[in-house]
């Protein structure tokens, strides 16, 4: 009786398997850090894992990364959009002081609701109202806003006074977000208002 030859691929090894949601998951990871790694943990559940093993790690360290720079740019953002709204309520504020002065032989309003400020102006980004104090002579002023802790004499406090330029403004709104950021140790950003430079009374040249 004659045998049967072995089928010539009966020798041959099979492919060996392999896991593609690991290896999607694995690639992901690297660019899509949070679907990346939820694409490599569902591949854990079949072999082989050694591309899903990696992409969990990979996918792991990307998420974490990808909360902190979101948490950073959320707060950093929010600092930054109240530090313009200061910034305009400075200019808001002291345009219309100016005008209130420029009609009454230079004499500074009792307070910001006789100078004609706007309601909206009158409270800070953070809704607190701004300290207004006319100098005795009636000739200068002080607005205080207590800006981040909603407390008047601490290190965030931004206290501006008549005449100061835009780079003044500037500075003080920076030296308020310094104040408040080192309170809670981190790093403060640079911030840069553009409101423009109020008009002085008629008359009267603002110094630089």
């Known amino acids: 009786?004659?045998?049967?030859?072995?089928?010539?691929?009966?020798?041959?090894?099979?492919p060996a398997?392999?896991?593609?949601?690991g290896?999607?998951?694995?690639?992901l990871a690297f660019c899509l850090s949070p679907i990346g790694l939820i694409l490599s943990?569902?591949?854990?559940?079949?072999?082989?894992?050694?591309?899903?093993?990696?992409?969990?790690?990979?996918?792991?360290i990307g998420t974490i990364v990808w909360v902190v720079?979101?948490?950073?740019?959320?707060?950093?953002g929010d600092i930054i959009v109240k530090a313009f709204g200061l910034g305009a309520d400075h200019g808001i504020i002291e345009s219309q002081l100016n005008s209130y002065a420029a009609a009454h032989n230079g004499e500074i309003p009792a307070d910001l609701v006789t100078a004609?400020?706007?309601?909206?102006?009158?409270?800070?980004?953070?809704d607190h109202e701004y300290k207004f104090v006319r100098s005795d002579d009636g000739k200068s002023w002080t607005l205080t806003s207590a800006s981040f802790d909603g407390q008047f004499g601490t290190a965030d406090d931004a206290v501006f006074t008549k005449g100061m330029t835009q780079r003044d403004v500037s500075r003080v709104i920076q030296e308020a977000i310094d104040g408040h950021m080192k309170s809670r140790g981190a790093a403060p950003p640079?911030?840069?208002?553009?409101?423009?430079?109020?008009?002085?009374?008629a008359g009267e040249q603002k110094s630089e």
């Open 190 to 201: 640079p911030v840069s208002t553009s409101t423009p430079d109020a008009a002085p009374p």
């Open 116 to 126: 004609g400020v706007p309601e909206s102006a009158r409270k800070d980004p953070w």
């Open 1 to 14: 009786m004659q045998e049967q030859s072995p089928e010539p691929w009966a020798d041959q090894p099979r």
């Open 23 to 27: 290896i999607v998951g694995f690639v």
């Open 17 to 21: 398997a392999t896991n593609v949601l």
């Open 69 to 76: 720079l979101g948490l950073g740019m959320f707060f950093g």
């Open 41 to 60: 943990l569902v591949a854990l559940a079949k072999p082989p894992r050694g591309f899903a093993i990696a992409g969990s790690v990979v996918g792991l």
